[in-house]
């Protein structure tokens, strides 16, 4: 296995003016193409290189001697799906009937689960991640954070949506205005067909 930088699935200026062209060159072409180099770099010689990426992420997150190698794995998965968990005229309440059905069974409905989203965002210290996940124990539905650039997929969960707080996904649009960014993350760039589709795919399942 071998990491690529994939393209964006939308044009630079997609996303304003919610998220700037400056903001996904700068995210994109250089933050992720850094994950990429350097965790090709790592993976070498590393016993992992045959593994799948999640199996490879999930390998290095458990062998605490490896932590340099599952930190860029595990941005590189993370922001594989960042990307496509943003679409223009995304985001709000247009929610696979399914998905919707389940956000309202296990996290009270589409406004809480906005304020407890915005909210795990807002309350992970320094650099991190919130989720929407997928419990593979119970099946249900979970919004958590995780730090720097760990996942629930490590924790034996599935991330069906996440959102990036790393300061370099928001300061040039919002400055240190972290609410601001994440509520137009909700409100206008999230691509619920996407989520929908990881939804519907069932519990990724790893073998430790």
């Not at 999930?58 to 960042?82: E, M, P, R, T």
């Not at 989720?131 to 599935?158: C, F, Q, R, S």
Request: with cysteine.
């Amino acid at each position: 296995m071998a990491l690529i930088l994939p393209e964006l699935p939308y044009a630079y200026d997609s996303l304003q003016p919610f998220m700037s062209s400056e903001t996904l060159e700068f995210h994109h072409d250089k933050h992720h193409k850094a994950y990429v180099d350097k965790g090709n770099e790592l993976l070498a010689g590393s016993g992992l290189e045959n593994l799948s990426l999640e199996e490879a992420m999930v390998a290095a997150f458990k062998d605490k001697s490896k932590a340099g190698l599952f930190n860029q794995l595990g941005q590189h998965y993370n922001h594989i799906h960042f990307w496509n968990w943003m679409k223009k005229n995304g985001g709000g309440k247009s929610i696979p009937g399914k998905l919707d059905a389940q956000i309202t069974s296990d996290l009270g409905g589409f406004d809480t689960f906005r304020g407890n989203f915005i909210q795990a965002g807002m309350t992970q210290f320094g650099s991190g991640w919130c989720w929407l996940a997928v419990d593979n124990a119970t099946g249900k539905l979970e919004i958590t954070k995780t730090a720097n650039g760990e996942n629930p997929l490590v924790y034996g969960k599935t991330p069906i949506l996440g959102c990036d707080v790393w300061e370099h996904s928001y300061y040039i649009d919002y400055r240190n205005a972290r609410q601001k960014y994440l509520e137009a993350f909700v409100d206008s760039l999230i691509n619920w067909d996407y989520v929908g589709q990881l939804f519907e795919k069932g519990p990724l399942k790893i073998a430790a």
